[in-house]
């Protein structure tokens, strides 16, 4: 008998894959509810399905693969508690993150008197993301500070503690995931404490999860100073943003940073790869890849020649003309290809992109 999916049907290129395998249906993230989980083996899931005990309690679930990168969706503990695995697509969107990233640096450059390449960036979270930022920054001579306390103790070298961050950096870009709990708890990361101890006027930029800066206490920084600006992407109630935090933002986006043709292929890719492997099946390939165009050709000897095929402030305004309709504009955001997607001429950077 053929085990039974629920895909979220937002998710790219994954209609057809498992078809051969599974019994497969797709639902949109809110019609996926306790009701239809009822009798699924598995669930293909967004960041929008909380699995928790009322979506999973007496149903048959065996698995989630979640087509993302983070897990504070997933209610770990009540998984392991029932016997539950889950995996999530570790990784795969690092790059249209950069890429997102750079496009903001590059904003900050032009509405500021102070080039990008005399800053300090400090990057909270070192893994995949914050990782592979700090090398593309590197490459092009800009100093980088990074912090991740849970790489330092496991005797990471490089890294520096969040107090140093707010001494020194003029940038800081968050890029940790969202947790409550353990020894090094993010939500709130970036808040009073922090905020009232920074050495200079930076600019936060969180494309990380909303919860880690408060944004109420972003307001209150920019109010009294301590803050040149902020940038974001994700923001704590997604489906009830406050007017005031989009409007005083330099840049707001409807949490597509990551939203790259590149980056969705591989997340379906890991998704549908998690469930073949759970139910022992051959590996699927997603339904779709990228267009078959030759790829466009990128110099990638400075930061503007990356940043000229994606326009962050585009994907600004669209937000701030229709803040009530952040989840159409996410949902039908048109992919855009990273840096992954194109012929890059430079060829330290061709080597770290890979």
């Given at each position: 008998m053929k085990p039974r999916v629920i895909i979220d049907s937002h998710i790219p290129y994954a209609a057809g894959a498992l078809e051969p395998h599974a019994e497969v249906h797709y639902l949109s993230g809110e019609a996926i509810t306790r009701a239809v989980c009822l009798d699924a083996d598995a669930l293909v899931v967004r960041t929008r399905t909380l699995c928790n005990e009322q979506l999973l309690r007496g149903t048959s679930v065996r698995l989630i693969a979640?087509?993302?990168?983070?897990?504070?969706?997933?209610?770990?503990?009540?998984?392991?508690?029932?016997?539950?695995?889950?995996?999530?697509?570790?990784?795969s969107n690092a790059w249209a993150v950069v890429q997102w990233v750079v496009s903001a640096l590059l904003?900050?450059?032009k509405h500021s008197a102070k080039s990008i390449y005399e800053s300090t960036v400090g990057i909270v979270g070192a893994g995949a993301i914050g990782q592979k930022l700090a090398d593309t920054l590197e490459l092009f001579g800009i100093r980088c500070l990074r912090n991740d306390p849970p790489r330092a103790e496991m005797g990471e070298k490089g890294l520096v503690d969040l107090a140093t961050i707010g001494r020194e950096a003029d940038i800081i870009t968050l890029h940790t995931p969202l947790t409550t709990t353990g020894k090094h708890p993010t939500a709130h990361l970036i808040g009073r404490t922090f905020l009232h101890q920074l050495g200079k006027r930076p600019i936060i930029i969180n494309a990380a999860r909303g919860?880690?800066?408060d944004e109420y206490e972003l307001l209150e920084a920019l109010d009294y100073r301590r803050i040149r600006g902020y940038i974001l992407d994700t923001y704590e109630t997604e489906t009830d943003i406050p007017t005031?935090?989009?409007?005083?933002?330099?840049?707001?986006?409807?949490?597509?940073?990551?939203?790259?043709i590149e980056g969705k292929q591989k997340a379906t890719e890991q998704a549908l790869q998690a469930v073949a492997e759970f139910?022992?099946?051959?590996r699927p390939a997603p339904s779709a890849q990228t267009p078959g165009d030759p790829k466009r050709f990128v110099n990638g000897y400075s930061l503007s020649d990356l940043a000229q095929y994606y326009d962050i402030s585009a994907d600004s305004r669209a937000l701030r003309l229709q803040p009530q309709n952040f989840e159409s504009l996410r949902n039908h955001y048109q992919y855009r290809h990273d840096w992954r997607g194109f012929d890059i001429g430079n060829p330290r950077l061709r080597a770290l992109i890979g």
């Amino acid at each position: 008998m053929k085990p039974r999916v629920i895909i979220d049907s937002h998710i790219p290129y994954a209609a057809g894959a498992l078809e051969p395998h599974a019994e497969v249906h797709y639902l949109s993230g809110e019609a996926i509810t306790r009701a239809v989980c009822l009798d699924a083996d598995a669930l293909v899931v967004r960041t929008r399905t909380l699995c928790n005990e009322q979506l999973l309690r007496g149903t048959s679930v065996r698995l989630i693969a979640s087509a993302t990168v983070g897990t504070d969706h997933i209610d770990t503990n009540y998984c392991a508690a029932h016997g539950i695995k889950y995996s999530n697509a570790a990784g795969s969107n690092a790059w249209a993150v950069v890429q997102w990233v750079v496009s903001a640096l590059l904003y900050i450059e032009k509405h500021s008197a102070k080039s990008i390449y005399e800053s300090t960036v400090g990057i909270v979270g070192a893994g995949a993301i914050g990782q592979k930022l700090a090398d593309t920054l590197e490459l092009f001579g800009i100093r980088c500070l990074r912090n991740d306390p849970p790489r330092a103790e496991m005797g990471e070298k490089g890294l520096v503690d969040l107090a140093t961050i707010g001494r020194e950096a003029d940038i800081i870009t968050l890029h940790t995931p969202l947790t409550t709990t353990g020894k090094h708890p993010t939500a709130h990361l970036i808040g009073r404490t922090f905020l009232h101890q920074l050495g200079k006027r930076p600019i936060i930029i969180n494309a990380a999860r909303g919860g880690v800066a408060d944004e109420y206490e972003l307001l209150e920084a920019l109010d009294y100073r301590r803050i040149r600006g902020y940038i974001l992407d994700t923001y704590e109630t997604e489906t009830d943003i406050p007017t005031e935090v989009i409007e005083q933002a330099l840049l707001s986006t409807p949490h597509i940073a990551g939203y790259s043709i590149e980056g969705k292929q591989k997340a379906t890719e890991q998704a549908l790869q998690a469930v073949a492997e759970f139910f022992g099946f051959e590996r699927p390939a997603p339904s779709a890849q990228t267009p078959g165009d030759p790829k466009r050709f990128v110099n990638g000897y400075s930061l503007s020649d990356l940043a000229q095929y994606y326009d962050i402030s585009a994907d600004s305004r669209a937000l701030r003309l229709q803040p009530q309709n952040f989840e159409s504009l996410r949902n039908h955001y048109q992919y855009r290809h990273d840096w992954r997607g194109f012929d890059i001429g430079n060829p330290r950077l061709r080597a770290l992109i890979g």
